[in-house]
């Protein structure tokens, strides 16, 4: 995995709740949306990558927009950063 999006995607968590931070794989992912866990998955990059391709049902909320949106996602979801 490319190691400068990595940092962005741990920028972004840390952002939302750096006590509460955790690595997963894609198979935890997986795992997580085959057991329908209610759980909101976050694209932070950039509107054109996203539209370009992101996970099915992902939200888009760019990097740099975070702090000023993070009000959208529920608090009552775990939510994933890529």
């Not at 995995?1 to 972004?12: Q, R, S």
């Not at 759980?39 to 888009?60: F, K, L, W």
């Amino acid at each position: 995995m490319n190691k400068a999006f990595v940092k962005i995607a741990e920028a972004a968590a840390n952002a939302l709740k750096p006590d509460r931070v955790h690595k997963i794989g894609a198979s935890e992912l997986l795992e997580m949306l085959n057991a329908t866990e209610a759980v909101t998955i976050m694209d932070v990059r950039n509107r054109p990558d996203y539209e370009r391709g992101h996970i099915q049902g992902s939200i888009s909320i760019p990097l740099e927009e975070v702090e000023l949106r993070h009000r959208e996602l529920d608090p009552g979801k775990p939510v994933v950063v890529y």
